[in-house]
């Protein structure tokens, strides 16, 4: 009788699998755009590709977080070899809880010009400038939405609440997103 008979199992990953697996190994944070790509799979099933990867993420202890272009992964309230400025983290909480939002929303709401800490946000990933139409608008990065151990903006501390504060204190309608 042959007793080393071969057991042949078929176990397929899951794209949310590989995303993460793919984002471990290229570092945390990759365009959304090039993840479809390495993935093989089309740019629009990334949105449940991702939320399914943040459910495994969460399981594991991880934060997956994800912009309009970047998805990141990192463990939660990861310390940074670099801190912010007072001026970038005052730059930063109105871009999180304002987002999207102007720079002269911004210069308003913080009485300066913020032309130099954008910059460092930008450089530093941690801000995404977007245009749209005729106007450039800021958003947390990714990598920042993780950094803060969050998966998305909602998620930080009283947003709903600071949300239509700071709007309501600028004279925002609901459907306004800049005066």
Known sequence: MDTSASVSVHTETSAPQRL???LAQE????EIAESAHRLGVRREEMPLIIAQAQELTRAAGLV???????????????????HLSPAAQETLAAICYLAPVSKETLDYVRGVNTGVVLSALLRAGIVEREEKKDAVFYVPSAAALTALGVARVEDLPEYA???????QALGYSDEQQQP
């Open 27 to 30: 570092g945390g944070v990759m």
């Open 64 to 82: 997956l977080s994800a912009s309009d272009n970047t998805v990141a992964l990192a463990a939660p309230a990861e310390e940074k070899s670099a």
């Open 161 to 167: 609440a600071r949300r239509q504060s700071l709007r």
């Open 20 to 22: 993460i697996a793919l």
